[in-house]
């Protein structure tokens, strides 16, 4: 047992995955071996109820909840429910989901609920109070690639800079780059000290509270978090959620996308600057992304989970 520092909050580990495949058939040496683990950890925590986040490294304890006569949900927060949700689902208790759009993907016996993906309040409270940054005069503009970061964003994001610049006067941009390619976007931003680059930053918040729009993947953490949104949807995710995950916001008119393929630093730079001029767009985009917001999703699904303990 360890102790998560920042929130003080106790963590047990047992991470032993399966891959990228569910193993079926009662005869799967591979399942019988994970189920084993997965009864051990829940014989050492003694839960009340299992909550899966849809991970392939939550299938053991998935499997083993389901042999121990567990209750258990799962989130699922993408468009296109994966492998592990799909094969879980019709024995949880409820599949709490961030898009309305996963539960034609779920067999008819599931029970579905549209709650949002769970956002710290801190980052609730900033997005908030920085709602009137939206539409400011000059641009300060966040970059974001993921955690581990984008080497194609990264790039495009630095070519395009001397275009965005002229283009968007004033310009600001917070670079999250990632700890891989930091030292190369740092170099890109050398002699522009209106810029700043990060590799990682724990108090997200901080620079959302600072920022007028955002290039960034479509995870779904990304979604639920922000907001003046241009997306580039990483092609290689599973089932390709990401594209749809970001054709759900642009079909609403709440983001804008630019595929990856498409991406350089011509089409980034006509689009932020075409998009970032039209008032009248911004102030659909935000009143469009508004429509999506769950601040309380989180309260959502603990007062399920509870009421089944």
Not at 180 to 206: N, P, T
Not at 269 to 280: V, Y
């Amino acid at each position: 047992m360890v102790t998560a520092p920042r929130h003080q909050i106790p963590l047990q580990f047992h991470a032993q995955g399966v891959g990228r495949s569910v193993p079926t058939g009662s005869a799967s040496p591979l399942r019988a071996r994970r189920c084993i683990g997965g009864k051990r950890a829940l014989a050492e925590f003694e839960p009340d109820v299992v909550l899966g986040l849809g991970g392939y490294a939550a299938v053991p304890v998935l499997y083993a909840a389901k042999k121990m006569s567990l209750p258990y949900f799962l989130l699922e927060q993408n468009t296109v429910p994966g492998k592990v949700t799909r094969h879980f689902a019709p024995s949880a208790r409820a599949v709490f989901s961030q898009f309305t759009e996963a539960r034609q993907r779920l067999a008819k016996n599931v029970i579905f609920q549209h709650t949002g993906s769970p956002v710290r309040k801190s980052i609730i409270d900033t997005i908030h109070n920085a709602k009137d940054n939206r539409l400011s005069k000059s641009e300060t503009i966040l970059v974001l690639g993921g955690s581990q970061g984008s080497r194609k964003i990264n790039r495009t994001v630095c070519a395009s800079l001397p275009e965005l610049e002229l283009e968007l006067p004033g310009l600001k941009m917070l670079h999250l780059a990632g700890k891989l390619d930091f030292e190369e976007v740092q170099q890109a931003y050398e002699g522009r000290s209106a810029h700043e680059v990060y590799d990682f930053v724990d108090e997200i918040e901080e620079l959302y509270v600072r920022c007028t729009a955002v290039i960034a993947r479509a995870g779904a953490v990304s979604l639920a978090e922000l907001f003046n949104l241009f997306l580039v949807p990483f092609p290689y995710a599973a089932d390709d959620h990401q594209t749809k995950n970001a054709r759900v916001y642009e079909k609403q008119n709440a983001a804008e996308v630019l595929r990856q393929g498409e991406l350089s630093p011509q089409t980034l730079t006509k689009t932020l600057s075409a998009t970032l001029r039209d008032t009248a767009q911004r102030k659909r985009m935000c009143d469009q992304i508004l429509k999506f917001a769950r601040p309380n999703a989180a309260q959502l699904i603990c007062d399920t989970v509870l009421d089944e303990i």
